[in-house]
């Protein structure tokens, strides 16, 4: 079990930027991917980035794509979420995740989750 604590969320304007912070109370290159997912109320979790534990590799959601940047520190057992030009539509819980194989970005693939932490994009 890996445990996972999301930081860096809070209430910013439209155009705004936020960086979201991942800590893991392991070592994250055990795992194959370390993923973000964001559920906006009332609405389905859906993957926005992930890396893989060499940070080699890194994938976005259409919606985030030039506006979202994911790396990580090995040494700190931290992944990151840069995110810039935020949109309300951007509002949501933004969770971190790691999973094995075929886990970027694909809910029924991680291993274990964060519990979360809010972004608000409003005026």
């Known amino acids: 079990q890996l445990q996972l604590m999301e930081s860096g969320g809070g209430l910013v304007q439209p155009g705004g930027s936020l960086r979201l912070s991942c800590t893991a109370s392991?070592?994250?290159?055990?795992?194959?991917?370390i993923s973000w997912f964001r559920q906006a109320p009332g609405k389905e979790r859906e993957g926005v980035s992930c890396?893989?534990?060499?940070?080699?590799?890194?994938n976005y959601a259409d919606s985030v794509k030039g506006r979202f940047t994911i790396s990580r520190d090995n040494a700190k057992n931290t992944v990151y979420l840069q995110m810039n030009d935020l949109k309300p539509e951007d509002t949501g819980v933004y969770y971190c995740a790691a999973g094995l194989r075929g886990s970027c970005m694909v809910k029924n693939r991680v291993r274990d989750w964060g519990r979360g932490t809010l972004v608000t994009v409003s005026s």
């Open positions: 392991a070592f994250t290159v055990d795992y194959n991917f």
């Open positions: 890396i893989s534990s060499s940070g080699g590799t890194t």
